[in-house]
């Protein structure tokens, strides 16, 4: 999530150095066709997320800028439309980028004209819980690099985060770690038992924000495709090396923390072509790149092409699609009638274009967008679009 307008997968990646093989008799292992896969036993007998049963049936989840301004201009929390049931404040920053030390302060007045006091932003966050939204600090973003290499940075995240979740009266947490945030060291190639430590270490603060809140804690990420659905190809620095170690990393943060996320809202904009479960590549800018993209997460698929290492399904309350709310908001933007195909084909089995996907979820939760101040910019057209298909 970019502070102005989010910049394209393609040319970040490209920068940063995308997923490449170590030398030419790699290739073949680089070019891993897909495995298509039947979806996954186990997510029909997953536990509830966790407060899931306090979320609507289908839920609109925005992110709000609430420490800094941009194009889109400033929204004071209170005047945030009731269309958006999980409010995302963006963002928590740390001190620097290993300490996990995490803060957080509303937008300078100089900065964002007509900036709330702390004590009117507290009184908006009781007043949104009040009418049955939940509010969340949302950690990371672009600009929010956090690396908790020590059981040190572990612990001051913990406490940093508590801190803030407190002052705020919050319900709980989003993690939007980008960049260089999260990677895989050279071996670690089993997403079901990590080895990294800035891979453990965030799961073991996520599990005790967890148990420090109880089933009260709600728990969201908003990774990008390079760190989920590209994992279907590509996973850390591979077996011989030379590839990304970012690809695919969030995959054992989200495994090991299935039974205690609320939603998962992964960014389908600013990305780069990706490998469906049907074996093509997939591009943004229409319905098909939501559902091949949804389809994964909803059925499960082979990590690094192995079909012997499935990234199980998540359950369809788990997963909302994540969208930009406006043209200026990111690549990938679509418009309504996109949207709608999209929702058609992965809860009714209707309107799908190219990509077939593996099952019919009607219980997907719903819609994520970057953001609430860009959809005000644009005249509420997205969160519009959600409450007509929803009612």
């Not at 036993?41 to 925005?62: M, T």
């Not at 490998?275 to 994964?296: E, I, N, P, S």
């Not at 909803?298 to 043209?327: C, H, N, S, W, Y």
Request: with cysteine.
């Amino acid at each position: 999530m970019n502070r102005r307008s989010l910049s394209s997968w393609t040319s970040r990646r490209s920068r940063r150095g995308r997923v490449r093989c170590a030398a030419a008799a790699a290739v073949a292992v680089c070019a891993l066709a897909a495995t298509a896969v039947a979806p996954h036993a186990a997510a029909a007998d997953a536990p509830p997320a966790s407060r899931a049963a306090e979320l609507p049936e289908h839920a609109l989840v925005g992110y709000l800028h609430t420490s800094f301004a941009n194009g889109s201009g400033y929204t004071r929390l209170a005047d945030v439309p009731d269309s958006w049931d999980i409010i995302d404040l963006a963002f928590g920053e740390p001190t620097s980028v290993t300490s996990g030390d995490i803060r957080f302060s509303l937008c300078p007045p100089a900065e964002c004209p007509g900036v709330e006091s702390e004590a009117e932003f507290k009184a908006a966050v009781k007043a949104k819980q009040q009418a049955g939204k939940k509010v969340l600090i949302s950690i990371g973003g672009q600009n929010g690099q956090v690396r908790l290499t020590t059981p040190q940075a572990r612990d001051t995240f913990v406490d940093s985060v508590s801190s803030i979740i407190d002052t705020y009266g919050l319900d709980g947490l989003d993690i939007d770690f980008e960049g260089h945030s999260l990677s895989l060291d050279d071996g670690d190639t089993d997403f079901e038992n990590p080895t990294t430590p800035v891979i453990v270490h965030l799961i073991s603060a996520l599990r005790t924000l967890k148990e420090r809140y109880g089933d009260d804690f709600t728990l969201t990420m908003a990774p990008e495709t390079f760190f989920v659905q590209l994992g279907h190809q590509y996973y850390g620095s591979g077996p011989w090396g030379g590839q990304d170690p970012r690809a695919g990393a969030y995959l054992p943060v989200i495994h090991a923390l299935r039974d205690d996320l609320t939603l998962l809202h992964v960014q389908d904009y600013n990305s780069g072509p990706i490998m469906g479960l049907d074996g093509q590549y997939h591009t943004m800018g229409g319905a098909d790149f939501h559902v091949a993209m949804t389809d994964m997460l909803l059925t499960g698929f082979p990590v690094a092409g192995d079909p012997d290492k499935v990234f199980p399904a998540l359950r369809p309350e788990q997963v909302a699609i994540g969208m930009p709310a406006t043209p200026q908001a990111g690549n990938g933007h679509v418009p309504p009638a996109e949207v709608e195909k999209a929702l058609d084909c992965l809860t009714k089995g209707s309107a799908c274009g190219p990509y077939t996907p593996h099952g019919t979820w009607p219980a997907l939760r719903g819609l994520m967008a970057w953001s609430v101040n860009w959809d005000r910019y644009g005249g509420d057209e997205f969160a519009g679009t959600f409450d007509r298909y929803f009612g």
